[in-house]
């Protein structure tokens, strides 16, 4: 079993900057695949960016040059740094990780970007 806890939402301003954090804590023997997801009212959920592991990345087209996703020190925490941030980025971002054939997810954070 994999819990995630996620932190690091909140309101910035169109331009603007926030970095969100996860950390995948359990019986974990590995280096997992990680990443974000995000889902605005009304809309699916998609994929804003995921980091396998060993470190290769994926971004949603609408994020790449904005968007990094990495690694902290301890290898099951990732990082999305978010900067220049747009209007359209509002939404309910969710942390998820594989393991086990097994996919998790956080419990979501709220990312508002409003002037």
Known sequence: QVQLVES???LVQ???SLTLSCTASGT???IIPMGWYRQAPGKER???A????VGTTKYADSV???FTISRGNAKNT???HMSNLKPEDT??????????????????TQVTVSS
């Open 78 to 80: 990732v990082y999305l």
């Open 14 to 16: 169109p331009g603007g």
């Open 91 to 108: 939404a309910v971002y969710y942390c998820y990780a594989q393991y086990n054939s097994g996919d998790y997810w956080g419990q979501g």
């Open 8 to 10: 690091g939402g909140g």
């Open 50 to 53: 995921r980091i396998s592991s």
């Open 28 to 30: 974990i023997f590995s």
């Open 46 to 48: 998609q994929l804003v």
């Open 64 to 66: 790449k040059g904005r």
